[in-house]
Nanobody
């Protein structure tokens, strides 16, 4: 049974930092592209960052330069370091896994999802 479990969310002031973690089990982690997505209240879920099996990364324009995605294939974990946080970063953050090599920002290409972790940024 595949499981993705996010942690590390919370409430911080604007300008602060958070580090999200996604622990995976039940899959061969090194075979999967890993992504982070987020959903703000009243909005659709959107792409944040993705990392390939070999460490190539891609970011949404809104977070590029502030967020860093990384993965630890030995620990089956993907991380999202978030710096210089803004109130508009407030959302539930989800990690997702896609089997194969293709790096994609499309939600429907990811077969496994976590339950999400709430990130709230106060102004």
């Amino acid at each position: 049974q595949v499981q993705l479990v996010e942690s590390g969310g919370g409430l911080v002031q604007a300008g602060g930092s958070l580090r999200l973690s996604c622990a995976t089990s039940g899959l061969t982690f090194s075979d999967y592209v890993m992504g982070w997505f987020r959903q703000a209240p009243g909005k659709e879920r959107e792409f944040v960052a993705v990392i390939s099996r070999t460490g190539t990364t891609r970011y949404s324009i809104s977070v590029k330069g502030r967020f860093t995605i990384s993965r630890d294939n030995a620990d089956n974990t993907v991380l999202l370091q978030m710096n210089s946080l803004k109130p508009e970063d407030t959302a539930v953050y989800y990690c997702a896994a896609r089997y194969g090599m293709l790096i994609t920002t499309s939600l429907d290409q990811y077969g496994y999802w976590g339950q999400g972790t709430q990130v709230t940024i106060s102004s």
